[in-house]
């Protein structure tokens, strides 16, 4: 539990004003910020107010009292004693699930404001706790074991801060509140940047018989067993082997590149164990950001780069997951099929893999970085389809901001989206034997580091010995040779 929170000066001031001059008697959003172990403190960055609701309406409000109580609160008059606050704690959540997928490192949902009064407030604990819970769900915080968000209320008549952790137990009362110092502070120009391209290969067995049949059961496990890899692995920073208990000077952007053992595979030495059906191939390059305060070791930094690059595969896979939700009724997108028995669209990920022996094809979502405050970036996904304005007006909504309209300010150093090649195979050579890696100037599989194919056992790749790509200019690709 950190006892003290300090909020960045510019934005408290900001929210403050906007909120004054609202005249809405009540709002609710996001707390983003950090929560810092080693230094014992909360960091709050902004404060993103939820917005409205597919029917148009606000997902808070004062419930009981007389009619005109909301206007009394608008005029900054008293509520009567008994009214409280209506939630929509699932339309909140959905926020928080969306804007964490635009969270880079260092940067998180670590709570959620209220502005209302102060009977109000006291007359809704529980609503409160249970949804700054609902938040906590849809927005975790990876790798790392916090049963507390934090609970800012600014009131008005008079206007005053106050900040509480709110404790995440099952049993919510009254009591799960407990408050904690809030002071304002200028900390986001404290803010260190590490960024790192990140180029991963996750080979995983399809074994007969297993419970996890569908591609997208595969692959988050797959993800999740790589996590565990890459919490673990070395790294340099600036090109330098990287000691953990250092501190960096504020200035400039530090390099990181991370060292797994080569050709690593753990999923191999089980492989001549069971009867395997295929093998799927998910590969590419992550480009990840994180911010770390300057005060705190490196290792805090490379734990963030490594929680964001695992949270941007994962959240790349959820875009998906919710388009083939999505597009699960169109007729379309279910009985398409070329002429190669190629199936495409984001419904492969719901296949039975142990069925399917035909080709296959998807695209994933590039990473976008979107300038925000104080020279940070935030990020978004965008689809093949998908246009940088579309983006940008989602970004624009869901922060609760005027983007500006310089798009060289976005930064799109995703060239290529991740590729996912699944193999039909019952051959214990055949998923151990490696594959090729190609320059990505190779225009003849330039297409095939965007795709998800699924092929025969009568096709198998080759690998070149030696090889590793870890410079921009490389991508990995899958080369295919008839046997």
């Given at each position: 539990?950190v006892?003290?929170?300090?909020?960045?000066?510019?934005?408290?001031?900001?929210?403050?004003?906007?909120?004054?001059?609202s005249?809405?008697?009540?709002?609710?959003?996001?707390?983003?910020?950090?929560?810092?172990?080693?230094?014992?403190?909360?960091?709050?960055?902004?404060?993103?107010?939820?917005?409205?609701?597919?029917?148009?309406?606000?997902?808070?409000?004062?419930?009981?009292?007389a009619?005109?109580?909301?206007?009394?609160?608008?005029?900054?008059?008293?509520?009567?004693q008994?009214?409280?606050?209506?939630?929509?704690?699932?339309?909140?959540a959905?926020?928080?699930?969306?804007?964490?997928?635009?969270l880079?490192?260092?940067?998180?949902?670590?709570?959620?404001?209220?502005?209302?009064?102060?009977?109000?407030?006291?007359?809704?604990?529980?609503?409160?706790?249970?949804?700054?819970?609902?938040?906590?769900?849809?927005?975790p915080?990876?790798?790392?074991?916090w049963?507390?968000?934090?609970?800012?209320?600014?009131?008005?008549?008079?206007?005053?801060?106050?900040?509480?952790?709110?404790?995440?137990?099952?049993?919510?009362?009254?009591?799960?509140?407990?408050?904690?110092?809030?002071?304002?502070?200028?900390?986001?120009?404290t803010?260190?940047?590490?960024?790192?391209?990140?180029?991963?290969?996750?080979?995983?067995?399809?074994?007969?018989?297993?419970?996890?049949?569908?591609?997208?059961?595969?692959?988050?496990?797959?993800?999740?067993?790589?996590?565990?890899?890459?919490?673990?692995?070395?790294?340099?920073?600036?090109?330098?082997?990287?000691?953990?208990?250092?501190?960096?000077?504020?200035?400039?952007?530090?390099?990181?590149?991370?060292?797994?053992?080569?050709?690593?595979?753990?999923?191999?030495?089980?492989?001549?164990?069971?009867?395997?059906t295929?093998?799927?191939?998910?590969?590419?390059?992550?480009c990840?950001?994180?911010?770390?305060?300057?005060?705190?070791?490196?290792?805090?930094?490379?734990?963030?780069?490594?929680?964001?690059?695992?949270?941007?595969?994962?959240?790349?896979?959820?875009?998906?997951c919710?388009?083939?939700?999505?597009?699960?009724?169109?007729?379309?997108?279910?009985?398409?099929?070329?002429?190669?028995?190629?199936?495409?669209?984001?419904?492969?990920?719901?296949?039975?893999?142990?069925?399917?022996?035909?080709?296959?094809?998807?695209?994933?979502?590039?990473?976008?970085f979107?300038?925000?405050l104080?020279d940070?970036?935030?990020c978004?996904?965008?689809?093949?389809?998908?246009s940088?304005?579309?983006?940008?007006?989602?970004?624009?909504?869901?922060?609760s901001?005027?983007?500006?309209?310089?798009?060289?300010?976005?930064?799109?150093?995703?060239?290529?989206?991740?590729?996912?090649?699944?193999s039909?195979?019952?051959?214990?050579?055949?998923?151990?034997?490696?594959?090729?890696?190609?320059?990505?100037?190779?225009?003849s599989?330039?297409?095939?580091?965007?795709?998800?194919?699924?092929?025969?056992?009568?096709?198998?790749?080759?690998?070149?010995?030696?090889h590793?790509?870890?410079?921009?200019?490389?991508?990995?690709?899958?080369?295919?040779?008839?046997?």
């Open positions: 539990m006892k003290v929170v300090v909020g960045e000066e510019s934005q408290v001031k900001l929210a403050e004003n906007r909120l004054s001059k005249g809405v008697p009540c709002q609710v959003g996001l707390v983003i910020g950090n929560l810092s172990g080693k230094l014992d403190r909360g960091f709050i960055f902004d404060l993103i107010p939820t917005p409205l609701n597919d029917n148009g309406e606000l997902a808070c409000s004062i419930i009981g009292g009619k005109d109580d909301q206007k009394k609160a608008s005029k900054g008059k008293s509520l009567p008994s009214s409280a606050l209506f939630i929509d704690k699932d339309w909140l959905e926020h928080a699930r969306q804007v964490g997928r635009m880079v490192g260092g940067m998180k949902v670590v709570g959620i404001y209220v502005w209302t009064n102060e009977s109000s407030f006291k007359n809704s604990t529980i609503t409160l706790c249970q949804a700054a819970k609902a938040v906590a769900e849809a927005a915080l990876l790798e790392v074991d049963d507390e968000r934090l609970l800012v209320h600014i009131g008005y008549s008079p206007l005053r801060w106050t900040c509480r952790n709110c404790s995440l137990a099952s049993n919510i009362t009254s009591g799960n509140l407990r408050p904690c110092d809030f002071k304002m502070g200028k900390i986001l120009s803010r260190q940047a590490f960024r790192c391209t990140y180029d991963f290969n996750l080979r995983l067995p399809i074994y007969q018989g297993s419970s996890s049949k569908r591609l997208v059961d595969i692959l988050h496990h797959g993800i999740s067993i790589h996590a565990k890899e890459l919490k673990g692995a070395k790294a340099l920073i600036d090109g330098k082997l990287a000691n953990e208990d250092e501190q960096f000077d504020l200035g400039g952007v530090h390099d990181v590149e991370f060292l797994l053992p080569f050709m690593e595979d753990k999923y191999l030495e089980v492989c001549s164990q069971k009867e395997i295929g093998l799927l191939v998910f590969s590419g390059s992550v990840s950001y994180a911010y770390s305060n300057s005060k705190e070791p490196s290792s805090q930094a490379l734990a963030d780069i490594k929680e964001d690059i695992i949270k941007s595969l994962r959240s790349r896979l959820d875009i998906m919710d388009e083939a939700d999505r597009k699960s009724d169109s007729k379309e997108n279910r009985t398409e099929e070329s002429n190669n028995q190629i199936l495409s669209g984001s419904t492969v990920l719901q296949l039975d893999l142990q069925l399917q022996r035909k080709h296959c094809s998807m695209s994933f979502p590039r990473r976008v979107l300038p925000w104080a940070t970036f935030l978004d996904y965008i689809q093949p389809s998908e940088v304005e579309v983006l940008v007006d989602h970004f624009a909504e869901l922060m901001l005027e983007f500006p309209s310089i798009s060289s300010k976005i930064l799109e150093p995703e060239a290529e989206a991740p590729a996912l090649v699944l039909t195979t019952k051959s214990f050579r055949e998923v151990s034997t490696p594959y090729a890696l190609l320059p990505k100037s190779d225009d599989l330039s297409n095939q580091n965007r795709a998800a194919t699924i092929l025969r056992s009568d096709q198998k790749s080759t690998n070149p010995a030696g590793h790509p870890r410079e921009h200019g490389w991508c990995e690709q899958i080369c295919l040779d008839q046997i």
